[in-house]
């Protein structure tokens, strides 16, 4: 408020009367926008989209984090009850594998193949 005296009473200045127009705008302007980000469907199924990818990608890492969890105590179940010339023999062979995987590989798909054409022989 200004501080001229009203010109009479209960009539505001023009002070005042631009004031009281300056915050009804202002007002006015927020509701607007308030109102402009309520109609804004595209922006708001962005958000939700926003929001559900966050807590999809918690909720995975939660659960990695259990599976991780199980796997390590199933491997040291494994390492406890197993004898060590079983594991021994298993390290071995995935050596073994690791180094000849092309070979292994065309065995696995020859054997495929032959079990398709086999299959399908018989349905006829």
Known sequence: MSNEPRTTVGTPTPDELREQVERTRDELGQTIEALAGKADVKAQAKGKAAAVKQQAAEK???????????????????????????????????????ANRTPLLVAGAALLVFLMVRRSRRSR
Not at 85 to 97: F, M, N, W
């Open 60 to 98: 995975t890492a939660v659960v990695a984090g259990q599976i991780r969890a199980q796997a390590m105590h199933a491997a040291q179940l494994v390492n406890d009850t197993v004898p060590e010339q079983v594991l021994d023999k298993a390290g071995r062979a995935a050596r073994v594998a690791r």
